[in-house]
């Protein structure tokens, strides 16, 4: 028995939804995989994945690995107001990818996108729902949806050019000149008048 | 006979020299591969490669099958002057990524940088010596070369999100729409104060 008095083989159990998750987003893409499919391929009551892994939207996050929650994160980082949002989003993001091994199954899932048609859409689904459907709903601008595809773009490019190939000076500058250069960027893209 | 006149068998040299070219470049990485190694495992005269290809530049340009020569289009675009270089830089991107077709090994290359250290090390050596070295030479600002890897950042990114990934509206709005909501970033990231 652990220490938290769960049931023996709970880990084992967990890792099979996790398995079954995958697959089906692999598979069926983020809208179409459903609670489920995924718990009858695990063997396990759909009740058993929601007691585990709440929605749907948090069984994707720990299945692949994200290295951030949006249902945690977009609030948190929009509930100030529009004020200072592109320097409080460049600067989560550089403290997230400053974390080499944390980010590295989200480089799996880019790397996917880039190879499959299914894997570009399961992604595309995923962020289109929870990043930019909550970045719409909260934000008062006008075309929120393509602000945040604006903003998303440039912090995708920066994530590629810093951390994967690793330009000079860029890959070594402190976090903080990123913030400074990128965060006006990510500010006009929200706010400004496109 | 070709109607070029050209000896039969020249494009089976030509193809020797492209392979030994990628691997080279793979294995040695850009700046590491050099034409006389090229051309003994293509089993050629190091001549007849420069007489082929060119330069190593073009030789890589060639053998990635790049969208665009760095050789040609930086040089154009520096031409007119700062004024409207970012609009310009932006206005060319969208169009060689409007042919799929051709930017498709292009994907690829970036595919590999995610992938291998070695691949993202070639890409690097490369867009930095073809790339980032013309346009620090030319462009009269300071940190120059950061200036330009930031505006790498965008443009990659937005490839990415527009043309890869495809997530909307950004992957439909009209081409005119990108330049016209981009080039401000650009051009801030070569000219403004930083």
């Known amino acids: 028995m652990g220490r938290t008095g769960r049931r023996p083989g709970e880990s084992g159990t967990q890792q ?8 089906a987003f692999t598979e069926a893409g983020y809208d179409g995989a459903t609670m489920r499919t995924i718990a009858r391929t695990a063997g396990v009551d759909p009740a058993l994945v929601h007691h585990y892994f709440g929605t749907k939207e948090h069984l994707f996050v720990a299945a692949m690995q994200l290295p951030f929650d949006p ?3 977009i609030p948190s980082l929009l509930a100030p107001g529009l004020d ?3 320097e409080r989003i460049v600067r989560l993001f550089v403290s997230i990818w400053d974390a080499p091994e944390a980010v590295s199954p989200f480089i799996g899932l880019l790397r996917g996108a880039m190879t499959h ?3 570009a859409a399961m992604l595309r689904e995923f962020v289109t729902s929870a990043i930019f459907g909550r ?3 909260a934000l008062d601008v006008d075309q929120p949806q393509f ?3 604006l ?11 810093r951390y994967i190939l690793r330009i000079e000076p860029l890959a070594t500058v402190p976090s903080e000149k990123v913030v400074a250069t990128v965060a006006p960027t990510i500010q006009r893209y929200l706010t400004a008048p496109l």
Chains 1, 2 share one sequence.
């Open 151 to 161: 903003v998303a773009s440039q912090l995708i490019g920066m994530a590629f050019a």
């Open 147 to 149: 602000r945040a595809n």
């Open 71 to 73: 249902a945690l994160i």
């Open 84 to 86: 200072g949002l592109g």
């Open 135 to 137: 970045v719409t709903a």
């Open 117 to 119: 048609e299914k894997s």
């Open 16 to 23: 099979a939804i996790l398995d079954a998750a995958r697959a």
